[in-house]
């Protein structure tokens, strides 16, 4: 059975979470502790991911990090949502990258800060992540106006990926997604409604923190 080593904070791993119930692929969930630094210890970085993060992935003797790569990793062994062709595929892998370097990027770094960071966010510093934040999610609102899922008719492992953070209590960012962006908000309805979606702290294990500022 495949391992998912996971907390339910975590965004990146619920991407994963999310394709795996989907897919209808068995997994196992593995709690990581990051909150109290179980990654940042050497072991962890020897043993588990050198890059001190998780979603890792176990599948056998196969172990996989970065969300992405496991996402690509799901969709060509199991023959689903990886894109019917090699245009296709390119489509997807470009907008998985835009999602790790600025749709999800963004928004991740600003909730951590305004839920789970140490002390209260500077606010010149969240104005800033705010204006990316509102450029990256108007290109995806502006793509998905004619469209039901990000290559078309059919959800890919792309959706998954840019989905994932979205799913979260809106108080944990305070930004108002759905208010905001009501092709976004139909996007995630028709994911939601999906055989298999559950919300991230329904199907990842540790508990749940209330935003700190």
Same mark, same amino acid.
């Given at each position: ?56 992935l176990e599948d056998g003797d196969i172990k !996989?990090?970065?969300?992405?790569? =496991? ?6 062994? @199991?023959?689903? #949502?990886?894109? &019917?062709?090699? $245009? ?62 990000? !290559?078309?008719?059919?959800?890919? =492992? ?6 994932? @953070?979205?799913? #979260?209590?809106? &108080?944990?960012? $305070? ?12 996007w995630l309805d028709r994911i939601q409604a ?20």
């Open positions: 059975m495949l391992k998912l080593h996971c907390f339910g904070q975590s965004g990146n791993s619920y991407k994963v979470a999310l394709a795996l119930r989907v897919m209808n692929i068995p997994w196992q969930a593995e709690f990581v502790d990051y909150m109290h630094g179980a990654t940042r210890g050497d072991d962890w970085r020897e043993t588990a991911n050198e890059m001190g993060e998780v979603p890792v !996989l990090t970065q969300s992405g790569v =496991i996402l690509h990793y799901l969709a060509d062994k @199991y023959a689903v #949502y990886g894109g &019917n062709d090699e $245009a296709e595929k390119r489509e997807i892998l470009r907008w998985i990258l835009f999602d790790n370097h600025k749709f999800t990027s963004y928004f991740a770094t600003y909730r951590f800060m305004k839920s789970f960071g140490p002390a209260a966010p500077d606010i010149t510093l969240m104005n800033w992540l705010r204006s990316r934040m509102d450029a990256a999610f108007s290109i995806v609102e502006k793509h998905l106006e004619n469209r039901a899922f990000l !290559l078309g008719e059919q959800i890919s =492992i792309a959706d998954f990926s840019l989905c994932a @953070y979205l799913f #979260y209590p809106e &108080n944990e960012s $305070a930004y108002g997604v759905r208010e905001r962006y009501p092709h976004i908000a139909a999906l055989p298999g979606w559950a919300g991230p702290y329904d199907i990842m294990p540790g508990d749940y923190i209330a935003p700190k500022w």
